[in-house]
């Protein structure tokens, strides 16, 4: 084993891996350091979603397109008060990239479908990769391999080094004894964001946060630590993306793994009547974004995801159906109807005028839990995405991609995490990989 790299990734996902796949390509010596036994972080459990402008998707559609709209859409995405702490410089160049980052991806052999809509996006943006985002981990992985970079998991980055004031490695805290790795020419930050880091939660976004988990269990933060440890500025540690609703994975793995770990609580059903049904069968009105089809509505879930979704004539049919107690499932209804009636508040004292559940069929999906997608904190980086100091210097040596280098910049809406992780990954990975 070599312990000196033209390159070091922190950092197996999405970023990590077209850093690394980038530079090896570019004919640096590169080495990628991965925390878990295999490579994929949140890239690896995403949708898949990839927006971008200019692309030629687009132009095959017959979409005239630019940045310069894009930015301006993409800023109509999400509460207005995190929009007004965007980087707006640092976005704008990151979508002039993000289409040469598309055809990269499909010269290493994957398959898009789309550009799909999003309002308030003026033209149809969101390119799907097919069949989800996994493939982007399997193609990436695939490519820096054969471009003859190391890839070494298990292997969590517990410590930047310096050489005076230039970042010049890392150290590996394994079972047995600390490693010692060293860059000629930067150590590249790419190891996720902080969903599931109770602490930085309740620093940053508020103590009655914290007990909301990270969709991602292993997005513990690292990176973020390591990078406000060498100095770097850091901006919006306290917007998150979420709490939200989503559906709970389905248990798919060994026996040891089933056992729950923090508890069961925190779960929901949504109970859609026939009314609610109509509503969320057709755009806009979509229950989530899925692989492949972009959007999913009710029927979607019901054909693609029994699993989560029963329908039935009868509510006591459908409680039953997910093994709900039928006359608790009742009570609540009837709870609601009178809160929807005015006649009654609801369990936190509210009185509403509301359309009261009733009818001859019901949808019922979860269990959904309320989680952190992502976080929308990072280093503040420039467009070599370089660390910088809280003086605006950049930190010589260090880098920071995807979560790790958002810059200040705000993601909202499908698809731009995915493209600013890749793209930035690429970009830092050819500026480095050309570096002699
Ligand atoms: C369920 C879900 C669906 C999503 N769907 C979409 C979508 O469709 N489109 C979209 O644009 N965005 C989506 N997102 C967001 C998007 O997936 C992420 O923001 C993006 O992929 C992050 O990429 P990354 O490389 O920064 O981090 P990650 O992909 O999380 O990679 C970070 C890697 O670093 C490793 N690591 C952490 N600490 C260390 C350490 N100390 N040493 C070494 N390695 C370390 C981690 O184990 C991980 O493998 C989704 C997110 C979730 C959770």
């Not at 860059?183 to 996720?192: D, H, I, K, N, Y």
């Not at 991609?401 to 830092?428: D, F």
């Amino acid at each position: 084993m070599k312990y000196e790299y033209d390159v070091i990734v922190v950092g197996g996902g999405g970023s990590g891996l077209a850093c690394a796949a980038r530079a090896a390509e570019c004919g640096a010596d590169v080495l990628l350091l991965e925390k878990q036994p295999q490579l994929g972080g949140a890239t690896g459990i995403a949708i898949g979603s990839f927006t971008a402008s200019g692309t030629p998707w687009q132009r095959k559609a017959g979409i005239e397109d630019h940045p310069d709209d894009h930015e301006a859409d993409a800023a109509k995405f999400g509460p207005p008060a995190y929009q007004a702490k965007n980087n707006t410089d640092l976005r704008r160049f990151f979508l002039e990239h993000a289409a040469d980052t598309l055809q990269w991806l499909t010269g290493l052999g994957l398959v898009f479908h789309g550009p799909n809509p999003e309002p308030p996006n003026r033209v149809p943006r969101m390119h799907n990769v097919v069949p989800n985002a996994k493939a982007y981990i399997a193609a990436l992985q695939s490519r820096l391999v054969r471009c003859g970079g190391t890839i070494v998991c298990d292997a969590a980055v517990a410590e930047l080094l310096r050489d005076g004031k230039r970042i010049d490695g890392v150290v590996v805290r394994d079972r047995d004894r600390p490693a010692v790795y060293r860059a000629r020419r930067g150590v590249v930050l790419a190891a996720g964001d902080y969903a599931n880091a109770p602490d930085m939660i309740a620093r940053f976004r508020g103590e009655r946060f914290a007990v909301v988990e990270g969709i991602n269990p292993h997005a513990a933060g690292d990176g973020h630590r390591l990078a406000e440890q060498a100095g770097a500025r850091m901006v919006n540690m306290e917007i998150t993306y979420g709490p939200e609703l989503r559906f709970i994975a389905p248990p798919r793995d060994g026996f040891a793994q089933l056992l729950p770990a923090r508890g069961l609580g925190k779960i929901a059903y949504l109970l859609l009547d026939q009314r609610l049904v109509e509503r969320y069968s057709r755009w806009p009105h979509f229950l989530s974004t899925a692989p492949e089809i972009a959007y999913a509505y009710v029927a979607d879930y019901l054909r693609l995801r029994p699993d989560v979704a029963v329908a039935g004539r009868l509510l006591d049919d459908v409680a039953a159906a997910r093994g709900l107690a039928a006359p608790v499932v009742r009570e609540t209804v009837e709870r609601f109807n009178r809160f929807a009636a005015g006649t009654d508040s609801d369990e936190f004292g509210r009185r509403s005028a509301s359309i009261l559940m009733d009818g001859e069929r019901w949808v019922l999906l979860g269990p959904v839990k309320a989680y952190f997608t992502t976080t929308e904190g990072g280093a503040a980086v420039n467009r070599r995405m370089q660390v910088v100091d809280d003086r605006g210097s950049p930190i010589r040596g260090l880098y920071a991609v995807g979560q790790n280098g958002l810059g200040g910049m705000v993601l909202w809406g499908h698809g731009l995490h995915i493209a600013w992780a890749i793209t930035s990954g690429r970009l830092v990975g050819e500026a480095l990989g050309r570096q002699d």
